[in-house]
């Protein structure tokens, strides 16, 4: 890959600041971390308990699996709620709350539902709780998952342990929609009689872990149900620890405050690995890092020669390798291997040319550097920011870094308030192209991006009731190759999920990026 002498040196002073970063991290944290050790119980604690603690950097949205809309929600919640379905670690659908289904027309689907299932507060499972549950999702625009389930049209009581779900019309991905966030099952008479406002207090699911304490951007805390249908929990406990600076991760699983860290820095690496009964575990994930890039009318990235600089000037390998070290794929699509309509053609595939990047602001009309623009950020891609940020200053923009924390992230997102660019990794629990494409659908894209292609359009409005898999793919396909050359979105690598891990754990990363806390085992067993 051809580098620029400004390149390799600006990445070595900015890798050289992470590094001194960490460092400082770990001097200042280590002290602190005991007493957390043994409040939380971690695996590595002396006391040798039954608790599994994780940190993330971001918290969970709230304890409404249908109003959240980010992986570290889903990564917790899964504990809580169970789903009809789950994926296998991969695109495979296996039984959850429903031990089989079937296809019984183009628009009707009757699962059979599991016996003997109880919420967390005593009430049984019953075909009712799926049907209050998906119309309440289906139903209700105003939730931040209804946008995937609102082509359901209803959901039929057959018997009390069994239900058919009907949609609008042929949906080739409702089993999809039923293994992801937005599908958990709620406890209908426990809401009904209660309201949402008290459900919200005191959550209730079928889950192996049951609700014990949230106390917001510090931690969830959950503890074992006891009357799981698939048998007594593996852990007394489960805390989620919010940690946003990942020196402070680092430094807390070095001291035994958790037992697995998410996002480990290439810096520190090597430090996990070194240090005693600790260890690092990797996995490519479903989450590609990229710049969503405004078309709306006026921005001057509504301008396809500027969002095509911006692709041009950045070196994306360059990033992978030190940044990331190592851990990722460039890539120009977001659909990865594994994924339905997965186009190859555009994976491991990056354009680097300054100088062309350049010329085009010219022809842009920006003959002395390019236009300013703001970009936006979630501080646990702050140091990725940087770099992309520098490299197109170096080709003549002006660059705004705008970083946030992650909370502060979240809410400018769903409220669509970021100015021309905003990065965020973006995963992909459908284990489907549509999953990474609905943003770009017209109304959609309203106030986000404001991307309007009546092909593209189309396209996607055709697979999302194409029940024809080789045609469907080929829609998808084409889609991709569209957005490679209109950029709403500036594609930069396939993320691969570094974990820090206590010896003491046997933990195997999903490329989901979910933390199923029953298929994480202490190394004893």
């Known amino acids: 890959m051809r580098k620029h002498k400004w390149t390799n040196a600006l990445l070595t002073l900015l890798i050289a600041m ?33 608790t599994l603690t994780i940190a993330n950097a971001t918290d969970i949205e709230s304890f409404d699996p249908h109003n959240n809309n980010n992986t570290a929600s889903e990564a917790v919640l899964v504990n809580v709620f169970d789903y009809l379905l789950k994926n296998d670690g991969g695109a495979d659908k296996v039984p959850g ?17 599991r016996e003997g299932v109880t919420f967390h507060n005593g009430d049984p499972f019953t075909a009712e709780d799926v049907k209050f549950t998906i119309e309440r999702v289906a139903k209700d625009s105003t939730l931040k998952q209804h946008s995937y389930f609102k082509n359901i049209a209803e959901v039929k009581v057959v018997d009390e342990h069994t239900a058919d779900i009907v949609t ?12 992801k966030m937005g ?66 991760r680092v430094s807390e699983l070095l001291a035994g405050g ?30 590609v890092l990229q710049l969503i890039l405004r078309h709306t009318a006026g921005t001057a990235t509504a301008d396809p020669k500027v969002r095509e600089a911006i692709d041009l000037a950045i070196d994306k390998q360059g990033i992978v390798d030190s940044i990331a070290g190592g851990a990722g794929i460039v890539t120009r699509t977001s659909v990865t291997p594994g994924n339905f309509g997965a186009d190859p053609s555009l994976y491991k595939q990056t354009l680097y040319d300054q100088e062309k990047a350049k010329q085009l602001l010219k022809e842009a009309g920006y003959p002395d550097g390019g236009p300013e623009l703001t970009l936006s950020v979630s501080s646990q891609y702050k140091e990725q920011a940087e770099v992309v ?45 549509s999953n990474n494409y609905t943003r770009y659908l017209l109304e959609e894209a309203k106030g986000e991006t404001d991307y309007n292609n009546p092909e593209v359009e189309k396209l996607l409005q055709s697979a999302l009731v194409n029940m024809e898999p080789a045609a469907r793919e080929k829609e998808y396909r084409q889609v991709q190759q569209i957005l490679a050359e209109e950029r709403p979105a500036v594609y930069l690598y396939q993320m691969e999920g570094v974990y820090g891990t206590d010896a003491r754990v046997n933990f195997q990363p999903r490329s989901d990026e979910l933390f199923y806390a029953e298929e994480i085992a202490p190394a004893a067993e």
């Open 258 to 287: 958790v037992d697995i860290i998410s996002g480990v820095p290439s810096t520190d690496i090597s430090r996990i690995e070194s240090a005693d009964g600790k260890k690092i575990v990797k996995t490519p994930t479903q989450r």
């Open 97 to 113: 709350l429903a031990t089989s289904w079937e296809q019984v027309d183009d628009t009707t689907w009757r699962f059979k539902l």
């Open 168 to 179: 609008n019309g042929p949906d080739p991905l409702l089993l999809n929609r039923l293994s």
């Open 18 to 50: 992470v590094v001194l970063t960490a460092c400082g991290g770990g001097n200042g944290g280590g002290s602190a971390a005991a007493p957390d050790a043994a409040k939380d119980g971690g695996a590595a604690a002396e006391t040798g308990g039954k």
């Open 389 to 433: 940020a520098a490299m197109l200053d170096q080709t003549g923009f002006k660059i705004n870094l705008d970083v946030l924390e992650p909370s502060a992230f979240s809410e400018r997102y769903s409220s669509k308030s970021f100015k021309e660019i905003f990065m965020i990794g973006i995963g992909n629990s459908l284990f489907d192209a």
């Open 183 to 248: 599908a958990g099952i709620l406890p209908a008479k426990y809401i009904q009689e209660n309201g949402m406002e008290a459900f919200l207090k005191q959550p209730v699911g079928t889950g192996p872990y049951k609700f014990s304490k949230w106390l917001k951007d510090d931690r969830v805390e959950l503890i074992k149900n006891d009357s799981y249908f698939g048998g007594q929990p593996k852990w007394d406990s489960v805390v989620f620890r919010v940690i946003p600076e990942a020196s402070t």
